[in-house]
């Protein structure tokens, strides 16, 4: 199973960006699946997860600004986010809690870089 992210870029403070997640492979089942983000030199945090059902969870130092959605026939996930700040400035990270041939396992993006900067 592969996570692919798009949509990173460069934005300047106070844009928004959309970042996507598609999940693709065969004989899988992703069920809740989340986003995270590593700013440089700071470890990995979780911004906000997401189930089957719809329902969210998010970091509280997220909530407000940024806002996870899912899309299951399509096996993806979006995060949007408003009223970007520098600080914002890290690598993306989508992952999924999934079941596999089976098996339950997980899986992670390879990231994708979203630079905050005039």
């Known amino acids: 199973v592969q996570l692919v992210e798009s949509g990173g870029g460069l934005v300047q403070p106070g844009g928004s960006l959309r970042l996507s997640c598609q999940a693709s492979?065969?004989?899988?089942?992703?069920?809740?699946m989340s986003w995270h983000r590593q700013a440089p030199g700071k470890q990995r945090e979780m911004i906000a997860s997401?189930?089957?059902?719809?329902?969210?969870n998010y970091t509280d130092s997220f909530k407000g600004r940024f806002a996870i959605s899912r899309d299951l026939p399509a096996d993806t996930i979006y995060l949007q986010m408003n009223s970007l700040e520098p600080e914002d400035t890290a690598v993306y990270y989508c992952h999924a809690d999934l079941i596999h041939g089976g098996r339950m396992g997980d899986a992670w993006g390879q990231g994708t870089l979203v630079t905050v900067s005039s």
């Open positions: 492979g065969t004989n899988f089942l992703a069920y809740e």
């Open positions: 997401i189930g089957r059902s719809g329902t969210t």
